[in-house]
């Protein structure tokens, strides 16, 4: 594992690593591009930070950790000169879990001398209603200086993906929607929040609790447990909800709430009723120490997917469960025949994976949803055009697996 504090030792260090990839490449042909996942942090790591670290292994030929604490993102009165710094503790587990490389600038080095002038550096502004609730509300410029240090550091890293925790639910959609609308070429992958057996979240700042205040904090979980079972017996209106979470944060008066909130995953913007799904999410302070929690409740039906080999019945069995049980049926089978007959008629190279990218992001496919006369075949148009015949033919069936193998085919 290689530990760097300069943007140039990590820019010389993925350089050269990518260059040895495209050089085992070119003598193998079967050699998979090298991928970078990225999990960015401010240290004091705990088992929350190693199973986004975890993940990332599973996923990438490389792994980069940032360790850095990022001063735009804490107000004046907040702890930034008491935040953990544990880097040679942090360090040994990046290198026990398999990391490659620990990037931990400093913040002149990140940011250079333009930090200490008012108005000076060039920030990234989060859409003005992704901040103005949870957290948003109570803590100024964090959201910006968030938006901003992740741009920094997906623009040095260039990862293929980066991961970040659903307890900063927050943090994550703005993420996810600064990557977006900035066109980042990266993965966003949402790790799902790890918590103690008493159900209290993980959280770097936990450290700062007695074992008292520790047993306090339970009551967060527990309150969001009290209003999803409220919402599982079929109350979705989220003023029952709120007051579900706000009646059991009481049983413990030492617990401060800051907010209570139902929103939108997404969007952020406040829920009435959960339609199809709701960020239920609290703020609160215990003693001096400021923690957040959160569930997602979700009002929809299940995701079933099949897969197999081809000629085995896929779609005729996919099509039989959602008759049964009542669900949408996506064939992407026909999706994928459906782009790759639009391929052939629009006369492109089959390996012009450019000419594909921009065809496929420019058409419209649209299927119908038909289970309950299983004999027939559902129908699929592209473009308005019906082509449900069209792609069955054997010319579409030699070339599918072809297409379908394409980055820009399989993304989209």
């Known amino acids: 594992m290689r530990l760097f504090t300069t943007v140039a030792g990590l820019r010389c260090y993925l350089h050269l690593r990518r260059s040895e990839q495209e050089r085992a490449g ?91 002038v008012n108005n000076a550096l060039t920030q990234v502004l989060p859409p003005a209603a992704a901040i103005a609730s949870l957290c948003g509300r109570f803590r100024p410029g964090h959201f910006e200086g968030v938006a901003t240090v992740v741009t920094k550091l997906l623009n040095l890293v260039q990862p293929d993906r980066a991961y970040f925790g659903q307890k900063d639910a927050q943090q994550l959609a703005i993420v996810q929607r600064v990557v977006a609308d900035l066109n980042v070429p990266v993965e966003i992958v949402s790790c799902p929040i790890v918590r ?152 492109v190279a089959l390996d012009d994976q450019p000419a594909i990218a921009e065809l496929v992001s420019q058409c419209q496919l649209e299927l119908e949803n038909q289970v309950k006369s299983l004999p027939s075949t559902p129908k699929v148009w592209v473009n308005g055009q019906d082509v449900t015949q069209a792609i069955r033919s054997a010319e579409v069936t030699a070339h599918v697996s072809t297409i379908a193998a394409q980055p820009a085919v399989s993304d989209r």
């Open 196 to 347: 103690e057996m008493s159900g209290l979240a993980l959280s770097s700042r936990n450290q700062y609790l007695t074992e008292e205040e520790r047993s306090q904090a339970t009551v967060l979980y527990r309150s969001l447990q009290q209003a999803e079972q409220l919402f599982r017996a079929g109350n979705l209106k989220s003023s029952d909800l709120l007051t579900a979470v706000q009646a059991e944060l009481t049983t413990v008066p030492t617990v401060k709430p800051e907010y209570v909130e139902l929103v939108d995953p997404v969007t952020l913007a406040p829920l009435e009723w959960v339609e199809e799904s709701g960020l239920l999410a609290i703020a609160a302070h215990i003693g001096s120490t400021r923690l957040i929690d959160n569930v997602v409740l979700r009002n929809r039906q299940p995701i079933l997917a099949i897969d197999g080999p081809a000629g085995v019945g896929k779609s005729t069995v996919v099509r039989q469960v959602a008759q049964t049980l009542g669900l949408l049926y996506l064939d992407t089978g026909a999706m994928y025949r459906a782009v790759t007959w639009l391929v052939m008629q629009s006369g």
């Open 26 to 116: 070119q003598k193998l042909a079967d050699a998979n591009p090298v991928t970078v996942g990225l999990v960015p942090t401010m240290g004091a790591l705990h088992r929350g930070h190693l199973s986004l670290i975890h993940r990332a292994r599973q996923d990438n030929h490389l792994v980069v950790v940032s360790i850095f604490i990022n001063p735009l993102q804490f107000g004046a009165n907040e702890d930034f000169q008491t935040y953990p710094r544990t880097l040679e503790q942090d360090q040994q587990q990046c290198e026990q879990a398999g990391v490659d490389v620990v990037f931990a600038p400093t913040a002149s080095e990140l940011y250079g001398t333009v930090l200490s």
